[in-house]
């Protein structure tokens, strides 16, 4: 078992949020996590951002605002988030898809996704890209980054495409879904969290087929 986290990933914000409290609470006092195996997840995801290096948002989506691909898969980590007015022993912490440079100097936050069906998310990912933009404003070192637009851009499958003589594919729809800045929301979000984490161990999620696996296993293996 390790010590307790330092830092919220931003995806923690809204997964492991939406999911069973007593899991999170485990994985940031004990960093004791269920294995997970997403294959392919990351090399698509990783492909999709690399393709648009240097791009402009023109090339991306005809709707997304103009301005250009400054990087991919920039690591950023905030101030210590505040719960009443003090410090907490948390900060924000984790990697963006794309950051685009605007203009007039502002700076955009994309998450890029892979869809089997283009579906609008922003709302549930809204959390996450406010974190992303919290702690480019808010940064633990560096100058800080004015944050004026958040979006999901996502490739949803198509069809399979190509033959032998160029190679085979999927051909993917394009869609850009924007996400309205709401730094309050995550505000509260945050205070919610850290509230979590640093109370009593919640209640496990019922009917949660994970658990149940635990304890029959643990059940069966104690009855041996
Ligand atoms: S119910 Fe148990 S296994 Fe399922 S998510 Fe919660 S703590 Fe984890």
């Excluded at 006092?29 to 698509?44: I, R």
């Amino acid at each position: 078992m390790g010590e307790r986290r330092s830092n919220i990933s931003p995806s923690d914000l809204t997964f492991s949020w939406d999911g069973c409290h007593r899991c999170l609470w485990l994985y940031y006092n004990h960093q004791v996590k269920a294995p997970m195996f997403m294959p392919t997840v990351g090399e698509l995801a990783d492909m999709q951002e690399k393709y648009f290096i240097g791009a402009s948002t023109a090339d991306m989506h005809p709707d997304m605002p103009a301005g250009k691909v400054f990087d991919h898969g920039g690591w950023v980590q905030s101030t210590p988030i505040q719960v009443d007015g003090k410090d907490s022993h948390l900060a924000i912490r984790g990697k963006y898809d794309l950051l685009i440079e605007f203009p007039d100097g502002t700076y955009g936050i994309i998450d890029c996704k892979m869809q089997a069906r283009a579906s609008d998310k922003s709302s549930f990912y809204s959390p996450q890209l406010e974190a992303y933009a919290f702690a480019l404003e808010n940064p633990a070192k560096g100058e800080p980054k004015k944050i004026s637009v958040l979006g999901i851009y996502s490739w949803s499958l198509d069809r399979a495409s190509g033959n032998l003589t160029v190679g085979f594919g999927y051909r993917v729809n394009a869609a850009w879904y924007p996400v309205d800045r709401d730094p309050i929301a995550l505000q509260k979000r945050l205070v919610d969290f850290v509230t979590v984490v640093n109370g009593d161990m919640p209640e496990s999620k019922q009917s949660c087929d994970q658990c149940k696996y635990i304890a029959d296993r643990n059940s069966i293996v104690k009855s041996i």
